[in-house]
């Protein structure tokens, strides 16, 4: 059971070029998310969708873009990265109720120079 | 609005030791909460979760938290380390109403180290 699969683990990119990060999920669920972790931080939202045809902002979404492209799959872009923008960041998805647990990917390690 | 406080970026123990990482959560109206473990180069995994029906929760690995209103806090014990445990734990808040549901508030985490 693969759970919350993030591509690609680790990513160096230059200010200004763009990439998306690919998440997908297999458990079924409605809703997924895309955090950031930085050091002494924690994680800190940046998008989610309760359900396959919506998106919201979460609480740092500027710089981002996300497409919730179906049901398994949330896909996060950075049209221009900044150094800002380094960082790890985690898909995870989860049902439909608030006292439900994220499921976490492993994780995507960016870093822009 | 919601907001986790946790008092200590690294706490370290003897192995065998009592574990307790410490949480404090603040919420607007009654809380979910959560302890996540994250091993290196990993995400997150559930350790445990507070959902009202109890206000002690048992998780995985002998981890326990006790959730307690009056102090608004939600600490994380273990009564004896093991080395395994070392790791980094993130306490987190979620909102019980609305469409707040996985819009998790995490702490900065603390990192714990086990020492033989």
Same mark, same amino acid.
């Given at each position: 059971? #693969?759970?919350?699969?993030? @591509?690609? *683990?680790?990513? &160096?990119?230059?200010?200004?070029?763009?990439?998306? /990060?690919?998440?997908?999920?297999?458990?079924?669920?409605?809703?997924?998310?895309?955090?950031?972790?930085?050091?002494?931080?924690?994680?800190?939202?940046?998008?989610?969708? #309760?359900?396959?045809?919506? @998106?919201? *902002?979460?609480? &740092?979404?500027?710089?981002?873009?996300?497409?919730? /492209?179906?049901?398994?799959?949330?896909?996060?872009?950075?049209?221009?990265?900044?150094?800002?923008?380094?960082?790890?960041?985690?898909?995870?998805?989860?049902?439909?109720? #608030?006292?439900?647990?994220?499921?976490?990917?492993?994780?995507?390690?960016?870093?822009?120079? | 609005?919601?907001?986790?406080?946790?008092?200590?970026?690294?706490?370290?123990?003897?192995?065998?030791?009592?574990?307790?990482?410490?949480?404090?959560?603040?919420?607007?109206?009654?809380?979910?909460?959560?302890?996540?473990?994250?091993?290196?180069?990993?995400?997150?995994?559930?350790?445990?979760?507070?959902?009202?029906?109890?206000?002690?929760?048992?998780?995985?690995?002998?981890?326990?938290?006790?959730?307690?209103?009056?102090?608004?806090?939600?600490?994380?014990?273990?009564?004896?380390?093991?080395?395994?445990?070392?790791?980094?734990?993130?306490?987190?808040?979620?909102?019980?109403?609305?469409?707040?549901?996985?819009?998790?508030?995490?702490?900065?985490?603390?990192?714990?180290?086990?020492?033989?």
């Amino acid at each position: 059971n #693969a759970g919350v699969t993030q @591509t690609p *683990k680790f990513q &160096v990119l230059k200010t200004g070029q763009s990439m998306t /990060l690919q998440c997908a999920q297999d458990m079924n669920h409605n809703s997924m998310y895309w955090y950031r972790q930085d050091p002494g931080m924690g994680l800190r939202l940046i998008y989610y969708s #309760a359900s396959e045809g919506t @998106t919201d *902002k979460g609480e &740092v979404p500027n710089g981002y873009n996300v497409s919730r /492209l179906n049901k398994r799959e949330f896909s996060l872009r950075l049209e221009s990265a900044a150094p800002s923008q380094t960082s790890v960041y985690f898909c995870a998805s989860s049902e439909s109720t #608030a006292n439900s647990p994220l499921h976490f990917g492993n994780g995507t390690r960016l870093t822009v120079t | 609005a919601q907001s986790v406080t946790q008092l200590g970026s690294h706490v370290s123990v003897s192995e065998g030791a009592l574990v307790l990482l410490r949480c404090n959560y603040s919420s607007s109206v009654p809380p979910y909460l959560f302890w996540y473990v994250q091993y290196p180069n990993q995400g997150l995994q559930l350790l445990l979760k507070y959902t009202s029906a109890a206000t002690l929760v048992k998780g995985i690995n002998g981890f326990e938290a006790e959730f307690k209103k009056s102090e608004t806090s939600f600490h994380l014990t273990k009564p004896s380390a093991h080395m395994s445990d070392a790791a980094e734990y993130f306490c987190a808040v979620s909102a019980s109403g609305g469409t707040s549901y996985g819009k998790l508030t995490f702490g900065q985490g603390t990192i714990l180290t086990v020492h033989p």
